[in-house]
Nanobody, 131 residues
Framework: QVQLVESGGGSVQAGGSLRLSCAASGYTYSSYCTGWFRQAPGKEREGVAAIDSDGSTSYADSVKGRFTISKDNAKNTLYLQMNSLKPEDTAMYHC?????????????????????????WGQGTQVTVSS
């Protein structure tokens, strides 16, 4: 049984930093595409970043240069380092894991997988950024 457990969320002021973690059990990050999504109240879930089995990464334009996705295969943990946080980053953040490489999940090498492409989800961790 696959379980993904996020941690590291919290409340920070604009310009601050947080590091989210997603620990996996019953799943191996080294083999598949994984990513971070976020959902603010009243808004659709949006992709933040993805990392493939080979370590290649992709980011939403809104977070490029501020967020970094990484993984520690030995610890089976996914990370999202978030710097220069803005109030518009406030949302529930979820990690998601697939059972294929990213291009296979999305059907294209040019498109990052969307929410419906992933197989497993964590419960989420809240990030609140105040101005």
């Amino acid at each position: 049984q696959v379980q993904l457990v996020e941690s590291g969320g919290g409340s920070v002021q604009a310009g601050g930093s947080l590091r989210l973690s997603c620990a996996a059990s019953g799943y191996t990050y080294s083999s598949y595409c994984t990513g971070w999504f976020r959902q603010a109240p009243g808004k659709e879930r949006e992709g933040v970043a993805a990392i493939d089995s080979d370590g290649s990464t992709s980011y939403a334009d809104s977070v490029k240069g501020r967020f970094t996705i990484s993984k520690d295969n030995a610890k089976n943990t996914l990370y999202l380092q978030m710097n220069s946080l803005k109030p518009e980053d406030t949302a529930m953040y979820h990690c998601a894991s697939g059972l294929m490489r990213c291009a296979a999940l999305s059907g294209s090498s040019y498109v990052s997988p969307g929410p419906l492409d992933y197989h497993y989800w964590g419960q989420g961790t809240q990030v609140t950024v105040s101005s």
